[in-house]
């Protein structure tokens, strides 16, 4: 056992989404106490966290300490300097330095288990299990040879994702919901048993353990977990079943950290939920709308057709985030299309489905200016989500609750805990993910690199000291 007395380690839970329903918008709480009790021993609020709601812009921030003007992830590619969505993070990384890369170069060892984006470059000295396979068909695992030894000792790996184990045909009853949550449990279980081997075989300096399953879990049964959700059912089987995955997420949380000790904890979540009730088709918008314009001559609706991210098609999208060519778009269209996107509304309820559109530039505050693509951002309003879907598919999809995967969405702003019994009693403070990365570093005693702008938060860490206490 390696010998942890002399420096300050970290565990670093993201726990994505929150707990089932304890920081989503109107929802019946879940207990978790472990989580309450690392709240009462530090520093604990809002994380502010960048629209579009999605996970890859926000992670990057988290690991870089930017915004996604600077990490060019805005939504789940990484812009070339054209503007033009590229390859995905996770197969061409971040721009350094991330929190991850300095570590690295401080001898720090990192532990990671299923984080998002992280891989092998750059951490030639870290143990990795990657969330999803290279795309060259390498292991899961950096060093190599611990993807057989971990398959050996725990079963083959099973990176977590969005909708594992949500079935076609929907969650149509209490035994269908029971068969899901329990298959989340075992995910919850699955990432566990993988960190807490890492951790007590590997020396190491941060641990970041991603527990993914929150996450399906909020999308698929929001409806049993918020009374404001339209569809809101009440089911006493299924809400003890919710009540015992939120204690085995409990569970995993204060084993890990029992683990770690006496090290501090961050936990944090890049968004929380609300209801989803309806998912705007940004395809068939722009194929509706766009093509009425001069530049629509037909030939749109192949270019839509054709996502290809070499050509120079009009639009493109990404979920809630339009790429608009700004010399094929006059600034005249731009507006007419903005604003009727903005105007949109439900015919069912008469309820405004978008917010705001934001550019980049007006969200982020900087961009490249030789772009030939402008980023258009979807601030959704409260029960509405938006994908890319197919161009005949109806421009508002109806989400029904058991049936389609999204019964909630993801709300802008998360949470964050910094725990460590030396912090003392419980404090109130929000943050903004970008002073996670500075903040990291700082309590390791390593100075941010430039061009992090976060700040780091705690200033009594500045100078590593080992914590006295315990958990
Ligand atoms: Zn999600």
């Known amino acids: 056992m390696p010998d942890r007395s002399q420096r300050n380690r ?27 009790a690392l ?18 812009p926000n992670w990057a921030s988290f690991y870089t300490g930017v915004n996604p003007a600077k990490h060019h992830v805005q939504a789940f590619t990484r812009l070339r300097p054209s503007g033009r969505p590229g390859p995905m993070p996770h197969q061409v990384g971040l721009p350094l330095p991330t929190f ?18 992280i891989a092998p470059q750059g951490l030639a000295n870290g143990v990795i299990v990657r969330d999803r396979p290279s795309s060259d068909g390498g292991p899961l695992t950096h060093p190599a ?18 909708m594992q184990s949500f079935p076609a045909q929907g969650l149509p009853d209490a035994g ?25 075989r590997f020396d190491w300096d941060v641990s970041l353990v991603h527990l993914y399953a929150m996450d399906t879990v909020q999308h698929a049964l929001w409806h049993y977990l918020d009374p404001s959700h339209p569809g809101f059912r009440q089911d006493p089987v299924v809400e ?9 997420a409990d569970d995993v949380v204060q084993n890990l950290v029992n683990l770690a000790q006496p090290a501090a904890v961050l936990v944090f979540s890049t968004h929380t939920f609300g209801p989803c009730v309806k998912v705007l088709n940004i395809e068939r918008f722009l194929a509706e709308r766009a093509a009425r314009s001069a530049f629509g001559n037909g030939g749109l609706m192949r270019r839509l057709m054709r996502r290809s991210s070499g050509e120079n098609m009009s639009f493109m999208s990404e979920h809630k985030v339009i790429y608009v060519h700004s010399a094929k778009v006059n600034e005249a269209d731009r507006q007419r299309l903005t604003a009727e996107l903005e105007d949109l509304r439900d015919p069912d309820s008469g309820a405004a489905v978008v917010n705001k559109v934001w550019t980049g530039v007006d969200l982020y505050g900087s961009a490249n200016s030789d772009a030939v693509y402008q980023t258009w951002i979807l601030d959704l309003a409260r029960g509405y989500s938006a994908r890319s879907g197919a161009p005949e598919s109806p421009l508002l999809w109806s989400m029904t609750p058991g049936k389609d995967y999204l019964s909630g969405t993801h709300r802008q702003n998360g949470f964050w805990i910094w725990s460590d019994p030396a912090l ?14 500075p903040t990291i570093l700082s309590y390791l005693g390593l100075a941010p690199q430039e061009p992090m702008e976060g700040t780091a938060l705690l200033r009594q860490f500045v100078t590593p000291q080992v914590s006295q206490g315990s958990y």
Do not use: C
């Not at 060892?109 to 984006?117: E, G």
């Not at 725990?154 to 994702?161: Q, S, T």
């Not at 003890?240 to 085995?248: E, K, P, Y």
């Open 176 to 200: 269908a919901v029971n068969a899901f949550l329990a298959s989340q449990e075992q995910s919850l279980r699955h990432t566990h048993d993988i960190a807490a081997y890492l951790m007590t």
């Open 145 to 162: 040879g611990l993807q057989p030894q971990l398959e050996r000792e725990l079963g083959l790996l099973h990176p977590p994702h969005s």
């Open 424 to 437: 003392g009693a419980s404090q109130v403070q929000p943050a903004r993910i970008i002073d996670l990365a």
């Open 100 to 117: 991850a890369s300095q570590l690295a170069q401080a001898g720090r060892r990192l532990i990671s288990v299923f984080a998002p984006f």
């Open 240 to 248: 003890a079943s919710l009540g015992r995955l939120s204690a085995v």
């Open 10 to 36: 970290l565990l670093i839970l993201a726990l994505n989404g929150g707990g089932a329903g304890m920081w989503g918008e109107a929802q019946k709480a879940l207990p978790m106490p472990a989580l309450h």
């Open 39 to 56: 709240m009462q021993r530090g520093i604990s609020g809002s994380l502010g966290t960048y629209l579009p709601t999605l996970d890859a």
